[in-house]
């Protein structure tokens, strides 16, 4: 099984060699591996930049960064967590790679397209450096929130045209996935025997699909604003700057799904496999994945920009419904575990601190979510650590174990454990460290996105840039001892965990049409009496 | 690779793709929406200075051209080269004829005085310069996708 060559070695198509046999493949694992470093590079530059944000933050007063700096450093880390990671890593990565194998198809439907989508991504990270060059990095924040992101004097147009054109790809790999789920699948698999990971990409790209056109005409808006002035958000023109706000969150709001829900899907893949245990609901999960409540939610972003009291009646009600879906799936991992035979791994255990950092973040959410107390915390440091624990926590800590559950499959080669605990228990650390003094700041009333503050807000700035530090240091060397494997041999077996989706059915790093035989389609895909079976023989020594 | 000759997937696609653009043009139609409610008998008003004719001749050019390119593809799946590219021809050529026909409608607005910050507006009501915003920008925007299509 193992003597068939693997993609590296068989490109597609075959008459290119060389650098040429990856920028112009139609392979989507290639493609995927692509995205893999493009992502890691964005990811690990806007983490510098976030810990500039903190040194700046440890000490009162201006530290080394000029107020203007720090509005651009804290700008530019949002629009590159944002568009360039957490939209686009599970998704393009892992989504690209894993998506097409757990169907049993050989690639997805439209290649040429998902490569085109490849190379409107790099176009936009390239635009957003662009705008560095001239006039200086917007100063707006990620929101680009009218009127300022019209009057400023720095370069907003083409910040915003990156982000026009990062959604132009993110759309299109949506557009790809659900054609593939809906017309490749295996003929063998029906709706229910879809694994976790696939649906939720499922669900993503439907967002995907639904959301990021209407953020791209908001965003278009504020160009023709800016060249032409013609005044459809400016209120000495009879315009509404509150519009901008309603449809950029109409979008947005349901882009923290997009972010979301793929990390779900990972963690509802790892949980399984580690326990040896079939998932707990499987229909439930699939259930609160595609439940779109979230699209109606949008407002409760703008309790202090003003509306109806219809309004703040009707998105807080909305808001603590969308919390069900979550909850429902904190629930079934939690009830997964119970009782399962759990094997500890790397994956698991950042899976582990997903379900704690993200139900934190969930919680918090909630506060948020009531009108009466978001008027106290709106727009405090309060609501950045909540999105951190959701969006960092949550969907950081997903592609870290994804990053550690597949990269086996990806390239063949296992990294080391020991080192993979200390770093991620650095990281974890570090995180609650850094995150948990702005709560603490923010019920306090220390305000966001201010480059100085009150004396009595130094103590939790300082010891958070300790936190800070340790993350830091922490995701560079779990990065880094992940890429050290890649010296070693290839030693990584089909099915390393026992895993029961089809990417363990074939070897690892698959060959260029996924699978050697005809893969054999589970009835259901979680379960594990084989694979325990299979284990405990091993176990005996038969 | 193996192809993948299956036609209603590409249907598939191509429908997901069409509906983005409707999405992305329905974040216009909101806003028009919203100042259509806010602006009612002054929308109403300003609609009355426009130039019909020019509006539905552009609205034929549009149509036409969406028919001739799909003709064209039909063409090309019945292998028919010269009608394929005669189809495609006259879609470029209906996209001309629909900027001309802005040029004129435009041109005559400009003359008229109804252009972002022009005097007659900036010195009219709010919710003139409004409705002159949107029928600025939204063909603008049609006319920058057909530029850059």
Redesign the interface.
Known sequence: MEAVPSFFETPIPAKYKGIRSWLLTLDHKRIGIMYLFAVLFWFLVAVLLGGLIRLELMFIGETFLSAEMYNSVFTLHGVIMIFLFIIPALPAIFGNFFLPIQIGADDVFFPRLNLLSWYLYMAGGVIAIASLFSNGFPDTGWTFYVPFSISTRTNVSTAVFAAFVLGMASMLTGLNFITTIHRMRHKDMGWMQIPLFTWSLYATSWAQLLATPVVSITLVLVIIERYFNVGLLDPAKGGDPILYQHLFWMYSHPAVYIMILPGMGVISEIIPVFARKSIFRYKAIVGSSIAIAGSLVWAHHMYTSGMSNTAIFVFPLLTFVVAIPSAIKVFSWVSTLYKGSIQMTPPLFLSLCFIYLFSVGGLTGLVLGAAGPDIHVHDTHFVVAHFHFTMFGGTGFAFFAALHYWWPKMFGRMYDFKKAYIWAILLTGGFMFHYVPMFILGLQGMPRRYFDYLPQYEKGNFYAGFGAAFMIIGIFLMVGNLFSSLRKERNASSDPWGGTTLEWQTPSPPPLHNFITEPEIPSYPYDFSGVVERYSKDDKGE | ??S?P?E??KK??MW??L??????????F??YA??FSR?TLDFKEAGKELNRLLGLLNTVILLFSSFCVAAAVTAIQKKEKGRALAGLGAAILCGGAFLVNKYFEWSHKIEAGIY??SEKLVAG??????F???I??SP??TASILLSG
């Open positions: 690779m193996s993948h299956d209603s997937s598939l696609g997901l793709f509906y983005t653009e409707i999405i992305l043009f329905g974040g216009l909101v806003l919203v100042y602006y972002p910050n009501s709010l919710d003139r310069i409004c002159s915003a949107f600025i920008s603008g925007c």
